[in-house]
Nanobody, 124 residues
Framework: QDQLVESGGGLVQPGGSLRLSCAAS????????MAWFRQAPGKEREFVAA????????YYAGSVKGRFTISRDKAKNTVYLQMGSLKPEDTAAYYC?????????????????WGQGTQVTVSS
């Protein structure tokens, strides 16, 4: 069964760091793109970052570029989101997604599989 399981969320102070993990099981990820999206209460789910599994090309939303880093470990079938210089506006549920390379990587419609989400709260 295809499954994405996120971990690593929590409460952090402004300026702090967190690393999210997303472990994929049930399929190989060749020709896939993996991404992180986030959704705050009352807002639409928005793109955060993506990585092409095969060549490691990365993409970022303007609001997180320079603060967040997406990476993958092929041996562990896991994608990571290293988040730094966190701000209160980064507070959201963060979702991992996987999709065959097609369409815009910035769109939720390009992803077929989603994790259950992990909460990140940035507050003093």
């Amino acid at each position: 069964q295809d499954q994405l399981v996120e971990s690593g969320g929590g409460l952090v102070q402004p300026g702090g760091s967190l690393r999210l993990s997303c472990a994929a099981s049930g399929r190989t990820l060749s020709n896939y793109a993996m991404a992180w999206f986030r959704q705050a209460p009352g807002k639409e789910r928005e793109f955060v970052a993506a990585i092409r599994w095969n060549d490691g090309t990365t993409y970022y939303a303007g609001s997180v570029k320079g603060r967040f880093t997406i990476s993958r470990d092929k041996a562990k079938n896991t994608v990571y989101l290293q988040m730094g210089s966190l701000k209160p506006e980064d507070t959201a549920a963060y979702y991992c997604a996987a999709g065959v390379n097609r369409g815009s990587l910035y769109s939720t419609a390009s992803y077929d599989y989603w994790g259950q989400g992990t909460q990140v709260t940035v507050s003093s």
